[in-house]
């Protein structure tokens, strides 16, 4: 099947929407019941899938809410590929957050909240989501030495970049990432929270991630 160069296949968007079906039906089920209440078996139930389909896409019921933020961030970086490299950092975020895809998967924020806290509060998903943290860490760094300076992925740069294998460039693909995953989660805890894209313009003005760039470049 023939597909626009850098979409994915319709294939591949159905078994991304299984997952995201799978997370939030979870969610729900943890902010009712409890984690330790709610079985494997509970969760395929209620998701209208078999045991079977359920472990084709998690390991294991603390994976189950992963996608949520996998996906985030995978729309962040995709949308920050796409903007000016000498835009500023908290700008170009912004930006992302603004953009459709970002906007459709908050469009229900009180589904976002809640898939945020009970990832937060439940001590082996929080582990998970540290641990895709890393990996979208990883993901975030080709696209910040793009930002940055940086001319290929061999490790050569121009007169003032920085390479995506530099120090400075993965402190910034820390930073971001930190404050991010912060904003959300105060977002998500406040009883009145305020505009989700705000809170994470301060988080990175804080930072003074845009300074950090700015380093990056030498």
Do not use: N
Not at 27 to 44: C, H, K, N, P, Q
Not at 116 to 137: C, E, F, H, N
Request: hydrophobic share 45%; net charge neutral.
């Amino acid at each position: 099947m023939t597909t626009v160069r850098g979409r994915p296949s319709l294939t591949e968007r159905r078994r991304q929407e299984t997952r995201m079906e799978i997370a939030e039906t979870a969610a729900a089920l943890f902010s009712e019941r409890g984690y330790e209440a709610t079985t494997v078996e509970d969760i395929a139930s209620a998701a209208g899938i078999s045991l079977r389909t359920f472990y084709r896409y998690c390991a294991a019921k603390e994976d189950a809410l992963t996608p949520v933020l996998t996906s985030s961030v995978g729309v962040l970086v995709e949308q920050l590929a796409g903007r000016p490299v000498d835009e500023p950092l908290t700008s170009a975020v912004r930006a992302a957050f603004d953009a459709p895809a970002s906007a459709q998967r908050l469009a229900d924020p009180d589904k976002a909240r809640r898939l945020i806290r009970v990832m937060g509060s439940v001590p082996a998903i929080r582990t998970r989501w540290l641990a895709a943290g890393r990996d979208m860490q990883d993901q975030l760094v080709p696209v910040l030495a793009a930002r940055t300076g940086a001319t290929g992925a061999t490790g050569a740069t121009g007169a003032t970049g920085a390479t995506e294998h530099s120090m400075e460039v993965r402190l910034l693909a820390c930073a971001l990432i930190d404050a991010l995953s912060v904003a959300m989660e105060h977002w998500a805890w406040q009883d009145e929270p305020a505009d989700v894209a705000e809170l994470t313009r301060r988080a990175l003005a804080y930072l003074r991630v845009d300074e950090l760039q700015a380093a990056a470049r030498g």
